[in-house]
């Protein structure tokens, strides 16, 4: 079992930056693939980013892609999000969600096995 708690979120103008967390429980934290979603209001829920156990492979949507970097300290079981020149259309609550595949970092929110409970970050422009 994988508990999972974002923070970070928060109002900001466009062009500004943002850092998630997302602190996780349990001692294999570092056997998960970790993502972050978000979802806008009225909008499915979509991939932002993805990080396998290691944190040697990374995947972005092309929406977040040379702003957003994700990293993960398994010493302290934390996975962060980066946002830098953030834009409007970033407005959303942010999951953090785990998987329990070492190298496995699907798009689709089904497939993943714990989800927290979402940040908010809005981007006034």
């Known amino acids: 079992q994988v508990q999972l708690v974002e923070s970070g979120g928060g109002l900001v103008q466009a062009g500004g930056s943002l850092r998630l967390s997302c602190a996780a429980s349990?001692?294999?934290?570092?056997?998960?693939?970790m993502g972050w979603f978000r979802q806008a209001p009225g909008k499915v829920r979509e991939f932002v980013s993805g990080?396998?156990?290691?944190?040697?492979?990374?995947y972005y949507a092309d929406s977040v892609k040379g702003r957003f970097t994700i990293s993960r300290d398994n010493a302290k079981n934390t996975v962060f999000l980066q946002m830098n020149s953030l834009k409007p259309e970033d407005t959303a609550v942010y999951y953090c969600?785990?998987?329990?595949?070492?190298?496995?970092?699907?798009?689709?929110?089904?497939?993943?096995?714990?989800w927290g409970q979402g940040t908010q970050v809005t981007v006034s422009s």
């Open positions: 349990g001692r294999t934290f570092s056997t998960y693939a």
């Open positions: 990080i396998i156990w290691s944190g040697g492979t990374t």
């Open positions: 969600a785990a998987i329990s595949k070492w190298t496995l970092v699907p798009r689709r929110v089904s497939e993943y096995d714990y």
